[in-house]
């Protein structure tokens, strides 16, 4: 029997949680190496830079339990990113990434960016010059910087806005602090923080919305390449929607159930993400504001949101652990400030 279907085996009976929750809470003889081994196990090869372990963890609600912790790299494992912005206004969906506007995908062309002014119904859009119809593109680590910070230098206004993995500061590591058992709150919360709302088999984050409304504001365009992320010079690459492709030619998912849509990966508050639609396009019923249901077989788990909706989940049910910038750091929302929001969770 595969290793899967082992786990499949052990957490059927325990209905009450999602499969890889049962998977990271219950190994088969319940001891935290078999859990650290199996949970490994779903990475990319190479994605854990170091091997992953449990530890002692404080949660958002202050609840202190166990965690696993898992480091990756800025960059994820086995999967092509990119591009983002094209070059030139006659440049076709290929050369460019996606954006997201009004619960809907758009392709990110040469055409698209010609047009801004028009679809964003603002005359202040000029990304490119009339004469070459070459595009501004923040094709250098400077310009990226200066760009992508909240206070855009005006310079950089009027640009398509891409920043590279190799921009981030050498040695960068990010390690997610999961919990092994979710502890369910009263009040779902959208708990997403600077952390993100989960991490793929690939070591790619899965983030929180996109600040869309500061970039535009600033007449700046930060597409997301056709996976649904981009990279920023703090965490490196992000995920904000989750599209067809991204399941398909992006992440490593994880097939549990033919009925049931892939498993993309991990939430912070340990339940599984879940993919939107299946293979024939049938969207899952009966979701939560949170985006997530409860099923006989699977327990309580998440389906990403729609790619246009720029919400990968709406929030966690549960207490979530952290992201931290090193391995053996604990989560920061410990001790009184723990416990202060733990009276409203
Ligand atoms: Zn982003
Ligand atoms: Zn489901």
């Not at 899952?284 to 790619?307: E, F, N």
């Amino acid at each position: 029997m595969s290793k899967l279907l082992r786990w499949i085996a052990v957490s059927l009976p325990l209905a009450a949680v999602g499969p890889l929750a049962s998977v990271i809470s219950l190994a088969h003889d319940g001891s935290h190496t078999s859990t650290v081994k199996d949970l490994s196990a779903h990475f990319v090869d190479g994605a854990l830079v170091v091997p992953a372990k449990v530890v002692d963890c404080t949660l958002s609600g202050g609840t202190e339990t166990k965690c696993i912790s898992l480091t990756v790299k800025p960059a994820p494992k086995n999967m092509t990113i990119g591009p983002w912005c094209p070059r030139l206004v006659t440049d076709g969906p290929d050369k460019g990434g996606i954006w997201l506007h009004n619960n809907r995908v758009h392709d990110v062309d040469g055409a698209f960016v010609k047009d801004a002014a028009t679809f964003f119904n603002d005359k202040t859009w000029q990304l490119f010059d009339p004469a070459t119809g070459r595009i501004n593109v923040t094709d250098s680590e400077v310009a990226c910087r200066a760009a992508a910070r909240p206070d855009v230098d005006p310079k950089y206004q009027n640009h398509c806005v891409e920043c590279q993995v190799s921009y981030v500061t050498t040695g960068t590591t990010l390690t997610y602090l999961i919990p092994l058992k979710p502890i369910l709150v009263k009040q779902p919360a959208q708990r997403v923080g600077r952390g993100g709302v989960g991490v793929t088999f690939n070591g790619a984050r899965l983030d929180g919305p996109a600040p869309v409304d500061a970039i535009l504001g600033a007449h700046t365009l930060a597409p997301f390449d056709d996976c649904g992320g981009h990279v920023n010079v703090h965490v490196g690459y992000h995920i904000h929607a989750v599209t067809a492709k991204t399941t398909t030619d992006c992440l490593k998912t994880i097939s549990i159930e033919a009925k049931h849509t892939d498993v993309i990966g991990l939430a912070m508050d340990g339940h599984a993400i879940f993919a939107r639609a299946n293979k024939t396009g049938e969207e899952p019923d009966g979701l939560d504001r949170c985006g997530g249901h409860k099923d006989s077989k699977l327990g309580y788990h998440y389906h990403a949101g729609k790619p246009g909706s720029n919400a990968i989940l709406g929030c966690h049910v549960a207490e979530t652990g952290c992201v931290v910038d090193a391995p053996g750091k604990s989560c920061l929302h410990d001790g009184w400030i723990a416990w202060f929001k733990r009276l409203f969770d």
